[in-house]
């Protein structure tokens, strides 16, 4: 005879689980925003950092805007000290709004557009809240203002990236203010501050160890390059004259179409970086 009640008690919930908070180290947990798209995969993570067994906790990324439900499961985590932003896209500081109404805890970003009640967010700076140790290092490219959080608790560490590195697929660069020399840069510092922490990204699953994930998007970068200078070759342009959209045609041929539009962002800041190099 099967235990049913002890069946569902061990069934833990595995990404992606809406609407649960679902443990994913000891001292970090996950809210997973059913926002799903092409650019949000599954949804925007907001994640609930707190050692075992303390009162406060840190929330990271509130979401999206017009999300109520996730927003009020946010504020329901008790002790809620602080809300530290990872970049300025509206799927994660869009909810900065509403969850201030019902949460009084400072909010913190690179940006001082979305900061409210504490400075803005420094390089290197370290954060004690809710028992664990963050360190804040600037991670810029995807967008200028992204960051990523080095998180350190009894002897463990965990490093959220934001989206500049994704639990599944690759990242957009953002050619507003986003630029490729910087992304590969910040790559770089990932592999050699955060080779061995869990990955805690903003967007899809959640990976054992940064490292092999951060080698594989610089790899993969590096590829893209090389794919658009023989593109460039093959349509007899230069990077400063190329139109995005035509590289796209060539370069992401066997990608879905519906797709291009991001494709085409992230072709911008290759073929600028190409006309710098």
Same mark, same amino acid.
């Given at each position: 005879m099967t235990d049913n009640g002890s069946d569902a008690a061990e069934a !833990?919930? &595995?990404?992606p689980a809406y609407g649960v908070v679902r443990e994913v180290t000891s001292?970090?947990?996950?809210?997973?925003?059913?926002?799903?798209?092409s650019m949000e995969l599954d949804g925007?993570?907001?994640?609930?950092?707190?050692? =075992?067994?303390?009162? #406060?906790? &840190?929330?990271?990324? =509130?979401?999206?805007?017009?999300?109520?439900?996730?927003v009020k499961r946010i504020a329901e985590q008790p002790g809620i000290a602080l809300v530290l932003i990872s970049h300025r896209h509206f799927d994660h500081t869009g909810a900065i709004k509403r969850l201030r109404k019902r949460v009084d805890a400072p909010v913190r970003a690179r940006s001082s557009k979305f900061t409210h009640g504490a400075p803005t967010l420094t390089d290197r700076e370290v954060i004690e809240a809710a028992g664990v140790?963050?360190?804040?290092? $600037?991670?810029?490219?995807?967008?200028? $203002?992204?960051?990523?959080? +080095?998180? #350190?608790?009894?002897?463990?560490? *965990? +490093?959220?990236t934001g989206d500049?590195? %994704?639990? /599944? @697929?690759?990242? &957009?660069?953002?050619? /507003? $203010?986003?630029? %490729?020399?910087?992304?590969?840069?910040? %790559?770089?510092?990932?592999?050699v501050e @955060? #080779? $061995?922490? *869990?990955?805690?990204? !903003?967007?899809?699953?959640?990976?054992?160890?940064v490292g092999p994930v951060a080698r594989y998007y610089k790899a993969h970068r590096e590829e893209r390059i090389d794919q658009i200078v023989a593109a460039l070759d #093959?349509?007899?342009?230069? !990077?400063?004259? *190329?139109?995005?959209?035509k590289v796209v045609r060539k370069v992401y041929a066997d990608v879905d179409k519906k797709l291009w539009p991001a494709a085409r962002m992230s072709v911008k800041a290759q073929l600028d970086y190409l006309r710098d190099r």
């Amino acid at each position: 005879m099967t235990d049913n009640g002890s069946d569902a008690a061990e069934a !833990a919930p &595995v990404h992606p689980a809406y609407g649960v908070v679902r443990e994913v180290t000891s001292f970090a947990s996950v809210l997973l925003c059913n926002n799903p798209g092409s650019m949000e995969l599954d949804g925007t993570n907001t994640w609930i950092l707190r050692a =075992p067994g303390h009162a #406060e906790c &840190v929330v990271v990324d =509130p979401g999206p805007p017009n999300k109520k439900g996730h927003v009020k499961r946010i504020a329901e985590q008790p002790g809620i000290a602080l809300v530290l932003i990872s970049h300025r896209h509206f799927d994660h500081t869009g909810a900065i709004k509403r969850l201030r109404k019902r949460v009084d805890a400072p909010v913190r970003a690179r940006s001082s557009k979305f900061t409210h009640g504490a400075p803005t967010l420094t390089d290197r700076e370290v954060i004690e809240a809710a028992g664990v140790r963050i360190t804040v290092l $600037d991670t810029p490219g995807h967008t200028a $203002d992204s960051v990523s959080f +080095l998180v #350190e608790c009894d002897g463990q560490r *965990a +490093l959220l990236t934001g989206d500049t590195i %994704l639990g /599944s @697929g690759t990242t &957009v660069i953002d050619p /507003s $203010d986003g630029t %490729l020399r910087d992304y590969l840069n910040s %790559l770089n510092r990932i592999i050699v501050e @955060g #080779e $061995d922490a *869990a990955l805690l990204p !903003a967007h899809g699953p959640d990976h054992p160890r940064v490292g092999p994930v951060a080698r594989y998007y610089k790899a993969h970068r590096e590829e893209r390059i090389d794919q658009i200078v023989a593109a460039l070759d #093959e349509l007899g342009v230069s !990077a400063k004259d *190329a139109k995005p959209m035509k590289v796209v045609r060539k370069v992401y041929a066997d990608v879905d179409k519906k797709l291009w539009p991001a494709a085409r962002m992230s072709v911008k800041a290759q073929l600028d970086y190409l006309r710098d190099r």
